[in-house]
């Protein structure tokens, strides 16, 4: 570089350093207000979760136990709606709203709404839940696909069966939810499918309890195709 081009360059830097300065002296009180707000959205934020969202998540789960007591004693109604001073998952969701145990209450809603009959509003709560682990995420994936098989819509079952399949990535729920994936496959006489999806179970999960039968299952496909 040629010393006429340095001094060409430290000129350039020094005119667009002399324009940031003068951008942020013309705009001093735009950046001081936009600062100033930014940190009253974060100290607001932390006050709200300190302040009411952990007081909320604490009356929440204090409340639901009887809730969660009602659902393992396949008690639906009482689960759904409570009994006598005791709220309902319904009610845990409407006043706790933004809470886990309002988010844990929309699967235990879905639930007993799939076990009631109520098939969409057992699909509206189980995909209102929100979840990464490999167990209830993955239960509130299959539940939505149970529902789907009963409101005969098998397209959206096999969608969410193969979702929950994938979520669970374990030797217990992945072959259950393969086997019955393979069974939305033959009621969409989509043979094809449902033989590789068997054959998945077979090779994959050999030990789980959905491989010892699973034989007759992939003869049956084959001999339809």
Known sequence: MSKTQA??????????????????????KSLIFIVGAIVIMIIAYVAYQKFYIAPQEVKASNQ????????????????????????????IISDYGNTKAANLAYFYL????????????????LTNYRGNDGMVAAEALGGTADAYVELKDFDKASTYFKKAADKANNKFLT??????????????????????????????????????????????????L
């Open 175 to 224: 072959p259950l939810y393969l086997k019955k994936l393979g069974l939305v496959y033959e009621a969409q006489n989509n043979n094809k499918d449902a033989d590789d999806t068997y054959k998945k179970i077979k090779s994959d999960y050999p030990e789980s309890t959905e491989a010892q039968s699973i034989d007759a299952f992939i003869a049956r496909t084959e001999a339809k």
């Open 7 to 28: 001094n060409t360059k430290v000129v350039v830097q020094e005119k667009n350093f002399g324009q940031t300065g003068k951008f942020v002296r013309e705009n001093q």
């Open 110 to 125: 879905g639930i007993a709404y799939l076990n009631k009959g109520e098939f969409q509003k057992a699909i509206d709560n």
């Open 64 to 91: 639901m136990h009887v809730a969660q007591d009602y659902w393992a004693k396949k008690e639906w109604d009482k689960a759904i709606k409570g009994y006598d001073s005791y709220p309902g998952f319904e009610k």
